[in-house]
Every structure is written in C-alpha cells, then in structure tokens.
C-alpha cells in the first residue's frame, strides 16, 4: 500500500537507511550524528516542517533537536504577533 502523496517525502530521507535509534540520542555527541545524517538529506525542509506541524517532541526532525523546535516555534509565533501589529 502507497503511503498518501504528503508523506511521499519520507521515502527519499537519508534516514531511511540509518538506524531509527541515531535519531533518539541521549547526550549532544548523539545529536552531532543525527545532524550530520541530515546534513544534506534533499528532504529536511519537509521533515522539518511534518515535526513542527504534527507537535513532535522527541527525535531529531529535520536535523533539528526538540530544543532547536521549540525556538523556531517561538520565533514564528512573535514574529506573527508582530506582523498582525
């Protein structure tokens, strides 16, 4: 079975063919690795953008941490306030 074309992307990830666990890290040499896989993965953006959208909150998504999300987020979020100002 297909998967829905907005998942598509997921079959072109650099990931696919590393172990699911590198995305998981525990200390920030583990989140080196995961960055690295991502690096020039051709799909980061859309990774990026599924793990902000659906609320993921563990993993490495699009090379970037739970952390990193968090801001970006954040960021847009005052950005938008400001604009609607």
Do not use: K
Request: with cysteine; proline share 5%.
């Amino acid at each position: 079975m297909e998967p829905p074309d907005r998942y598509a992307w997921m079959a072109r990830g650099r990931c696919r063919a590393v172990d699911p666990a590198t995305f998981f890290p525990s200390d920030g040499a583990g989140v080196e690795i995961a960055q690295r896989v991502c690096a020039d993965c051709t799909v980061r953006a859309a990774c990026l953008e599924y793990a902000l959208a659906n609320g993921i909150g563990y993993g490495m998504w699009g090379g970037a941490s739970q952390r990193e999300r968090t801001r970006i987020l954040r960021q847009r979020r005052t950005g938008a306030m400001t604009a609607a100002r």
